[in-house]
Every structure is written in C-alpha cells, then in structure tokens.
C-alpha cells in the first residue's frame, strides 16, 4: 500500500486546523485554570523548528483531574 504523500498547500492546511484547536484548548484551559504541556513531537517541534514537525500531530499531556476537569468543562464551552 503506498503512502498518500501531502501537498505543502495540504500539509499547511492541516497545520493551520491543528493550530487552531490547540489556541482554543489553550484558551479553555488558561480561563479554567486548567494545566496542560505539550510533549513529543509537538514539543520537539516548538523547541527546534518553531513550529511543527511535518508529519505530526498535536501532542499534548494534563493531569487526570485537569484532564477530568477539561472534559466536564468543554461541554459547555
């Protein structure tokens, strides 16, 4: 099976809707006090590339009662 290799317009796409929702996640978590990191490649990419790593996805970590807390707390928002 071969790999769908992405267009730079596709990929740019993408990264634009990951980045959207990590703002909105951010924005959700800075109002509820609500603590969260990035990790993996998401971080890696932050750090080196500022930016995104092509080929990955948005990585992010929270405690299990932030992590509770957040999904009580995005029902509404």
């Not at 909105?24 to 790593?53: E, M, W």
């Amino acid at each position: 099976m071969q790999k769908k290799v992405l267009s730079s317009n596709e990929l740019n796409a993408i990264h634009s809707l990951e980045l959207e929702a990590l703002t909105v996640i951010d924005q959700i978590c800075r109002k509820h006090s609500i603590k969260y990191t990035l990790i993996g490649g998401s971080l890696l990419g932050a750090i080196r590339h500022n930016g995104f790593i092509s080929w990955d996805d948005v990585d992010i970590a929270m405690l299990r009662d932030d992590l509770e807390k957040f999904k009580l707390i995005c029902k509404t928002e």
